[in-house]
C-alpha cells in the first residue's frame, strides 16, 4: 500500500510518495511537478491540469478553480462575496448558506458544490498517483491551512472519501513543512530545545508557526495566520495599477468585459513573477480590447510602493505568531520562509525586519507541505520503517462547549473544551448533573480570531435518552480533539446509584448491547485516536465501584452529532456515484480518443508499408484495394467519423486488419525463411 501526501492549494497541488530510498514529488501526466488546481468542463470531457488551466480563458464559465476558498465558506458573507466577484462562473446560495456552483457540462446545466469539485480534484490527484506508482492509493495524510475551521475540515475529509481516499490526518501546512525540516535536523546543542518559524507565503493567504524542537520530538507552539493575504492580492496592485491606466492611455476599461479582466490579471501574474529576478519590468497584450494593443512598464521599487499594506500586513501574523507562542524573535534560531509567493523580494525584508535575522530558503518553496504529508504517512504506515519522531500540534482557534439554553459548562474553565494552543491529538473528560436528555454545543470562543465568512458554530450534540432516572446521577463525558484538528465527543456514561441488574434490563429495552463488568478507578480507556468511521464502542459496563469503592451503576449513553452543512451518510453516497459517473464519461472519451489515434497511425503505417515494405508481398489488386479503402477511412476519420464511440474505431480497425493481416503474415514468413533454412542446415 503506498504513502502519499497531498498538499492542495488555492492554485497548484503536489503529490508526494514515500519511496524505499526517501520521498519523492510524484510528476503529472505533462511531466511536472505542481498540478493546477482547476477543474474545466469541457465540450466532452472534464479536463485538469494545464489543460484545465488553459482552459480559463477560452472556457472562463465553466472552469472553476480557487475551489479550497469557497470550501465551509457562508455565501452571504461580504469577504466571500467579493472573491465571487472575481471569478467568472455562476455561484448561488445553498439551502445551508453555502455556495453553490452553476454551469452548463454536456447540454445540460448541472449545479456543485465546492466539496464535489474538491473531490473531483482529489480523484484526479488520485489518479495521477496511482498511475505514477503503479499502485493502488488509498492512505494519505493532506495539509490544510491551520485557519481551517470544523467544518471545513470535515468538508476536507468528505470530499477526500468522495475520491475514495482515506485521509489518515489532515495536517497543517506549517506543522508539515516542520516535520520535514526537523526529522533530518541534527545539530542540537545541549542548551535545550531550538525553536525555529515558518512563513508560508500562499497563492491567497499567509501562515506562521512557531515550532520547538529536539531530539526525536517537535512541538508546535503557535499558529497565525491571514486567510485573506497572498501572492495573488500583489497581481490585484498590478492590475488595479494598469486597469487606470489603460483607461486613461487608450480609453478602455477593463471591468466591462471579462475576458479583458482575465487577460490583464494573467499578465500581472507573469509581470509579478518577473519582478522578483529583475529591478523592472514591460507589460505588452495583444489586443486586450476594442482591438487596442497596450503596453505598460513598471519597476520594482514603484511595485513595492503599490504593495506597502500588503507587505506591512504580512508582518502581522508573524508577531501574533511570536506573541502566541511567549518566544521573543531573538529566540529564533532560524526562519524557513516557503510557499511560491515568498519568492517576491520585499517579503524577505518584511520578516528580517521581524525576526531581526535574514530568512532562509533552505526548504524547497512548492514541495515541502507535500513532502512533509508524506512523511506524517508513512510514520503512519506499519509497511515503512521511519525513524521514531513525534510531531506534536497546537490547536489554533479555542473551542467551547455551552448547554444551549443555560450557557458555559461549569465544569470546564471558562466553558472552554480546549484553549487554543491545546496539542492536537488530546482527549478531556467532564462531569455533568443531568437527568434527562439533552444538548451540548461546540463553537469557536474567539470569534476574532477566525477567518472572515466562516461560522463559529461547531455541532450539535444530543445526549440520550437515558437508560433510567436517578438522583444524584451524572453523566461522564468524553471529549476528543483529534488528529484532524475536529472535536467530538466520543462518549457519554451515565453513572448513578446501584440499581438490581433486572431492574436495569426491564428499564432499558435495547439492554443487549451491554455487559456486566466491574471496574475499580477510571473507567476510560484508550480508544483508537482517530476513527470517523468506526462504530461507537459499547461502554461495557453495568455496575462498577466509584473511587470511593462505593457501588454505582454506569451506562452508555448515545451521542448523536450534527454538524451543519457537512454531509450526510446519504449525501456522501449520492456524491460518490456522481464523481463515478462523471469519470466514466471522462473515461470513455479519453478511451475513444485512444481508439481513434491507433486507427489514424495504422492507417498512416499500413499505407507506407503497403507502398514500400510490402510491396514485392502484395498483389496488384489487394494494393488497389487497400488504398482504396485506406483512403476512405482517412477521409471518415476527418468527416464523419472525427466524433465516435471506442467501439467504432475498433470495428473499423479490425475490418482493415482483417484485409491487411495476410500480407503481414506473408511478410513475416519471408523474413524468418533464412533462419528457418539455416536452423534446418545445421541440423
Ligand atoms: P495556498 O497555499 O494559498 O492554498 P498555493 O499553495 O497553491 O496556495 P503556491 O503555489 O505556494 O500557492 O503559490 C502560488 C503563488 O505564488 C501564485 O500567486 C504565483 O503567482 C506566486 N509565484 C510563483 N512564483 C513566483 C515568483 N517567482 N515571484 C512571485 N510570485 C510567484
Ligand atoms: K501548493
Ligand atoms: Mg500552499
Not at 475514495?164 to 535536523?185: E, F, I, M
Not at 461547531?458 to 472535536?487: Q, R
Amino acid at each position: 500500500m503506498s504513502v502519499v501526501g497531498f498538499d492542495i492549494g488555492n492554485e497548484n497541488c503536489v503529490i508526494a510518495a514515500v519511496k524505499h530510498r526517501g520521498i519523492d514529488v510524484l510528476l503529472n501526466e505533462e511531466s511536472k511537478r505542481e498540478t493546477p488546481a482547476v477543474v474545466s468542463f469541457g465540450e466532452k470531457q472534464r479536463l485538469f491540469g494545464s489543460a484545465g488551466a488553459a482552459s480559463a480563458t477560452i472556457n472562463p464559465t465553466s472552469t472553476i478553480s480557487q475551489v479550497k476558498r469557497l470550501i465551509g465558506r457562508r455565501y452571504d458573507h461580504p469577504k466571500v462575496q467579493e472573491d465571487l466577484r472575481m471569478f467568472p462562473f455562476e455561484t448561488s446560495e445553498g439551502s445551508d448558506g453555502g455556495i453553490l456552483i452553476h454551469l452548463q457540462y454536456l447540454g445540460e446545466r448541472h449545479t456543485f458544490t465546492p466539496v464535489q469539485i474538491l473531490g473531483m480534484l482529489f480523484s484526479h490527484l488520485k489518479q495521477t498517483a496511482e498511475k505514477c506508482l503503479e499502485a493502488p492509493v488509498k492512505d494519505c495524510v493532506i495539509g490544510i491551512p491551520s485557519y481551517f475551521t470544523n467544518l471545513q475540515r470535515k468538508l476536507y475529509l468528505d470530499a477526500a472519501a468522495i475520491a475514495g481516499l482515506t485521509p489518515l490526518r489532515l495536517l497543517h501546512d506549517c506543522t508539515a513543512t516542520a516535520l520535514g525540516y526537523g526529522v533530518y535536523k541534527t545539530d542540537f546543542s545541549n542548551k535545550g530545545p531550538c525553536c525555529a518559524a515558518f512563513v508560508d507565503i500562499g497563492h491567497s493567504d499567509t501562515q506562521v508557526a512557531v515550532v520547538s524542537f529536539e531530539s526525536g520530538h517537535m512541538k508546535v507552539l503557535s499558529h497565525a495566520s491571514d486567510s485573506n493575504l497572498g501572492a495573488r492580492d500583489f497581481d490585484e496592485v498590478l492590475f488595479r495599477h494598469f486597469a487606470s491606466q489603460f483607461k486613461q492611455q487608450y480609453n478602455i476599461d477593463v471591468h466591462s468585459s471579462r475576458r479583458a479582466c482575465i487577460r490583464l490579471r494573467a499578465a500581472c501574474e507573469k509581470l509579478k513573477k518577473v519582478l522578483s529576478a529583475n529591478p523592472e519590468a514591460p507589460l505588452n497584450i495583444e489586443c486586450l480590447m476594442d482591438e487596442k494593443d497596450v503596453k505598460g512598464f513598471i519597476t520594482r521599487d514603484e511595485f513595492e510602493k503599490f504593495s506597502a499594506n500588503l507587505l506591512e500586513g504580512i508582518a502581522e501574523p508573524c508577531k501574533k505568531a511570536l506573541m502566541d507562542a511567549g518566544v521573543a524573535a531573538e529566540k529564533i534560531q532560524s526562519v524557513e520562509l516557503v510557499g511560491s509567493g515568498s519568492r517576491i523580494p520585499a517579503i524577505s525584508r518584511v520578516l528580517a525586519s521581524v525576526f531581526r535575522r535574514e530568512p532562509s530558503r533552505k526548504l524547497n518553496a512548492s514541495e515541502c507541505v507535500a513532502r512533509g504529508c508524506a512523511l506524517q504517512c508513512a510514520m503512519f504506515s506499519p509497511n515503512f520503517r521511519v525513524k521514531d519522531y513525534e510531531v506534536e500540534d497546537s490547536l489554533p482557534f479555542s473551542i467551547g462547549l455551552c448547554l444551549p439554553d443555560e450557557g458555559p459548562i461549569h465544569a470546564l474553565p471558562n466553558g472552554v473544551l480546549f484553549p487554543k494552543g491545546h496539542p492536537i491529538p488530546s482527549e478531556k473528560v467532564f462531569k455533568l448533573q443531568k437527568s434527562s436528555k439533552f444538548q451540548l454545543e461546540a463553537f469557536y470562543a474567539d470569534v476574532h480570531d477566525l477567518p472572515l465568512g466562516v461560522s463559529p458554530r461547531i455541532s450539535v450534540f444530543t445526549i440520550g435518552p437515558f437508560p433510567m432516572a436517578s438522583e444524584n446521577a451524572h453523566i461522564k463525558v468524553k471529549a476528543h480533539l483529534t488528529l484532524h484538528g475536529t472535536v467530538k465527543l466520543s462518549s457519554a456514561t451515565f453513572v448513578g446509584a446501584y440499581v438490581e441488574e433486572s431492574v436495569l434490563r426491564s428499564a432499558d429495552k435495547s439492554s443487549e448491547r451491554m455487559e456486566a463488568e466491574y471496574d475499580y478507578g477510571s473507567h476510560d480507556t484508550e480508544d483508537n485516536a482517530e476513527d470517523k468511521y468506526s462504530a461507537p464502542k459499547p461502554v461495557p459496563a453495568y455496575y462498577s465501584h466509584n473511587r470511593k469503592g462505593k457501588a454505582v451503576t454506569r451506562l452508555p449513553v448515545s451521542i448523536v452529532e450534527d454538524v451543519c452543512g457537512h454531509l450526510s451518510e446519504a449525501e456522501l453516497i449520492k456524491a460518490r456515484e456522481k464523481e463515478a459517473e462523471l469519470t466514466n464519461q471522462d473515461c470513455k472519451v479519453e478511451q475513444a480518443k485512444e481508439k481513434k489515434n491507433t486507427l489514424e497511425s495504422y492507417v498512416y503505417e499500413t499505407r507506407n508499408k503497403i507502398l514500400n515494405t510490402h510491396k514485392d508481398f502484395t498483389a496488384e489488386s489487394e494494393k488497389e484495394q487497400i488504398c482504396k479503402d485506406l483512403q476512405q477511412t482517412e477521409d471518415w476519420l476527418y468527416e464523419e467519423g472525427d466524433d465516435e464511440s471506442a467501439h467504432v474505431y475498433a470495428k473499423r480497425l479490425q475490418d482493415l486488419k482483417q484485409m491487411v493481416d495476410p500480407i503481414e503474415i506473408r511478410c513475416k514468413e519471408e523474413e524468418a525463411r533464412p533462419q528457418a533454412v539455416r536452423n534446418l542446415l545445421q541440423l
